[in-house]
């Protein structure tokens, strides 16, 4: 159990000749194996290693956006679960695929494992495209790209759009639900006819382009509400893939707190790190709201106040445990809820129902210490109907 670890340390592993890999042990018993796989030659002899753990890892591409540096992932049996339908639609470039999670559980990792496969290559471009970044005047131009002359501002020559730049390969559209109705409409043409004109273009460009898309938020909900197209959903819908969040898969945490602890010390120079029984525990109750991502980033502070090579539960002073424990409650769990729908008073004369719609959103927007992706998630309301909100209220 690691509850009864005094310690957790980085140590070489005795029988490979990688001296990259690295076994994680715990008081002479093997809990993980973490490192970059330069080579992907061998994969069997890390494998074998895992003895005794829960724990398990597989090859993904060396430019995620979760720990870059590193070849090597850690992860749950949970999340091996969500490699393996990955590896089903990997091979069927017709089929859109849909990645649901919370922010941070790492989607456009998967993304990139359904593209670059488990050999971690593809001679097909990847393109990733925010859809959260662009008004809906510009992600016509960004989509499709445009002709010279097309618009006031634009390049005299135009300017390719995402879906030229990943010809061949694959784009993967972050945070769909923030398209608006209209480019809804207009994306899911392509993926009826694949075909597309350019902005103030007049000729019929054919496409090939395997589209993943992602959201943070239940698309099926958004439909019923009507943010999201019906027709678009069905059509996208169809290879549906959900990363649970990191407190659901616990047996990640350690192993992956290690990994990315390997990665700080090679770059700060240290030969190794170690937890202490206090750190585990703190890693181990610790809910996560922020995912993987959160750990990453808390990892890496931790590392640098960590003088000595030991974090201890002081270098995690970080993690306001209570505070967060409330917030992961509220913003992460579909039951709660900021007030109870069928039981709740009204004034008795008037209500300033502007007013009473600002404070909350304040107050939604100070819990999560002003993370607007995870206020929105909290409020059932996509990011730029957040941002429309703040704007109208005037929120510093």
Sequence with gaps: MLHD??????????????????????????????????????????????TDSKACYRTVSGSLNIAQQSQMQIHSPEFHDVLSQADVYRNHRDIPVVIEGATGTGKELIARYIHYGKDNYSNSPFVALNCAAL?????????????????????????????????????????????????????????????????????????DVRIIAASNQNLLSAVETGRFRADLYFRLGAAKIYVPPIRQRKGAILPLAMSFLQEFSKANEVNAYTFTEEAIQHL??????????????????????????????HHLGSLDQQKHIEISDAACTAESTLLDSSHFDLPPHSLDLDTLVANIITRALDMHRGNKSQTASYLGISRSSLYRRLAHIKHP
């Design 5 to 50: 670890f005094k310690s957790v340390s980085l140590t070489n592993h005795s029988q490979s000749t990688d001296d990259n890999l690295k076994i994680l042990k715990a008081n002479s018993k093997t809990i993980g194996v973490t490192g970059i796989d330069l080579d992907n030659s061998n994969p069997k002899h890390t494998q074998n290693s895992l």
């Design 135 to 207: 008004t809906p005047t510009l992600i016509e131009s960004e989509l499709f790209g445009y002709e010279g002359g097309a618009f006031t501002g634009g390049k005299t020559n135009g300017q390719k759009g995402k879906l030229a730049l990943a010809q061949g390969g694959t784009l993967f559209l972050d945070e769909i639900l923030e398209l608006d109705l209209q480019s809804q409409a207009k994306l899911l043409r392509v993926l009826e006819e694949k075909s597309y004109y350019q902005v103030g273009g007049l000729k019929l460009i054919k496409t």
């Design 284 to 313: 181990l109750s610790y809910t996560w709201p922020g995912n993987v991502r959160e750990l990453r980033n808390v990892i890496q502070c931790a590392a640098l106040k960590a003088k000595n090579g030991t974090i201890d539960l």
